[in-house]
């Protein structure tokens, strides 16, 4: 019988590691090492490590090993070349050493991908075990326990950490989408959903037709002509003031989530990246003609039975009920570091082309692949940015301005370019976008960028200060 210290998980999973997964044709567990993550060293008699890597396809790449003390000092560094092939990795650990922080040369600020590339794919993946060199022992710690040794403690943790799905409404919306999207959150498993809905209009449209779990609130709302002094910012915040989560996801009523544990995923890896945010899942398209059909699908049997009939495999960028081919235009432009990749119909290209008026209203025929206002995020994250600014008008920026905030106050990432974290986008006809609000927008958004984020940050909070969260 080996020594009862020998039994105890000498080595835990620190922060940036994405969720533990299993090779899909060994089976063999593994982690990802995006770009930098930690191991927590819970013995000091710990004198070695050995890891199995296996490095994606940048080769050759260096990975640097740094133990530090519990105060963070650097203790001592060593750095591996990796050359393609699984590799065994042996390390001395210097004594007084708490933590060992695992870094790869793979980071891309704002990193996205194009199409179906898995980001995490351009990393390292530590397979198997952890062997753990104490005193005169070789202790070997398969990878699946050392995550549950991270998890054991977050387990009791997330029975009380609800996570809240937010859906700001208005004017015109189609229930249709909503009610759907809202079945497909409800879904979910592994988490209960806390779901609120603020809908602001002329009069409610969803009165009696919301499940009574769901948290709805209705504004009433005179818009001007096309919604043009509509306030994206306010809705937004008056919903996420009216929910309850510690954990926070921005939705809007023509998205759902695609697979059944979504939230819980997501949660999985904020969880274990304590100061991280998630923004703008990838996207696929329901065209306008599916919808009915995928509906009736949807009232016949099971939102999750229409979801799982959908074909995604004639276009990557749509999610179709028939195998018709359609031929769609991509464009791509970089900003800033951050690619953005739009589609649209060849029937829509065509109609773009020819005529010289869209050239300044190109939303009504580009749509984005991701879901770009998607957040997934902690309440205090929230707040401490402020919430999102009220003084955009009409549709523009305000996601892009939040998103800014987050990226430069805490660690913001792009949800993992996987199919496990996709959304679906129900096309509806494109009636709301004002040219001239989408200018003044994206100037106003230009001078909060040069006044610099801190001041966008105070008056963000002054201004709901101000106004006062909304209450029923």
Partial sequence: MKPKEEKERPIVLGDGWYPIERDRD??????????RSSFVLGDSR??????????GPLVPLPITFTFADDAGNTLATNTHRLDGAETAVRLKVPAGAARCTAENDTFVPALITYGSVDIRTLGVRFVDSVTVLRNSARIKVPINEIARATGAREAIATKRERVSVVFPVYGDFSAERLLLSIEAMRAQKDV?????VVERGTTSRLQGKLDPSVIYRFQPYTPSKEFGDFNQGEVRNDAIAASSGEFIYTNDGDVMFMDEHFLARSREILEQ????ALYRPPMRRLPLDNFEEFKRRADAKSIREAIASLNLHTNEFLATTDDEPRNVRVAVSNSEGDLRVRTTSEEDFARYTADASLKDNEHVIWSENVHYGGNFLRRWQFERVGGYCERYINWGCEDTDFQWKLRNTFNLQHFPKIGKFTVLHLDHEKRYLIPAMVKRNEELFERRRKDGVYLAIKEDRNQKERRGSFHS
């Fill in 46 to 55: 710990i004198a070695g490590l050995e890891f199995i890597v296996q490095p």
């Fill in 26 to 35: 060994t089976g063999r567990p593994f982690v990802w090492n995006t770009h």
């Fill in 192 to 196: 209960e959903p806390e779901v609120v």
């Fill in 273 to 276: 990246n304590h100061d991280m």
